[in-house]
């Protein structure tokens, strides 16, 4: 993280609820039961042992972005998006990489305007902490963030969401 801090010139803002910048409407009780349902399936491969990276994006990932209403033809899923290269100011330092989902805004992409990303998604085994895609995470959003005032971001290892 200190890299990205140092590199990309951001720093971190600590904000205690995700409800001062989205008002959400409460869970129906099918939504709380498909839910638990995500949850149940995932336990079960957890307690196996570890769960992979594709396993965390399948398992609980697509399955909560169904149910978030992600998959509609507005918008277009990708994965293992490569980012853009990025070339550090007064650094010797070039940037290259993947994303493991993101979900762009297929209206804007059709017309030729700078494609508007929706959300980042980073996803990590069992075994790794959810922070640990925090870096990657950020660094995707710093060139997009050049051409769009804010993009919602995830990390997880299926475990832990941030």
Not at 5 to 26: G, H, M, T, V, W
Not at 76 to 102: P, S, Y
């Amino acid at each position: 993280m200190n890299d990205v801090y140092s590199l990309l010139k951001f720093r971190e803002q600590l904000n205690d609820s995700i409800s001062s910048l989205l008002a959400l409407e409460p869970l129906t009780e099918l939504e709380s039961q498909e839910i638990l349902k995500i949850r149940e399936v995932f336990r079960s491969y957890y307690d196996a042992g570890k769960v992979t990276e594709g396993q965390v994006r399948l398992l609980p990932i697509a399955q909560l972005m169904w149910l978030s209403g992600f998959y509609q033809t507005a918008i277009k899923i990708t994965l293992e998006e490569n980012i853009a290269q990025i070339d550090v100011e007064d650094e010797d330092t070039i940037i290259k990489g993947r994303m493991d989902i993101l979900a762009v805004n297929r209206a804007q992409q059709r017309t030729g305007i700078t494609t508007f990303v929706i959300l980042l998604i980073e996803t990590k085994n069992s075994t790794v902490n959810a922070l640990e895609g925090l870096p990657q995470l950020l660094t995707y959003a710093y060139r997009r963030l050049e051409e769009q005032s804010g993009i919602w971001g995830l990390t997880t290892n299926g475990l832990n969401y941030q």
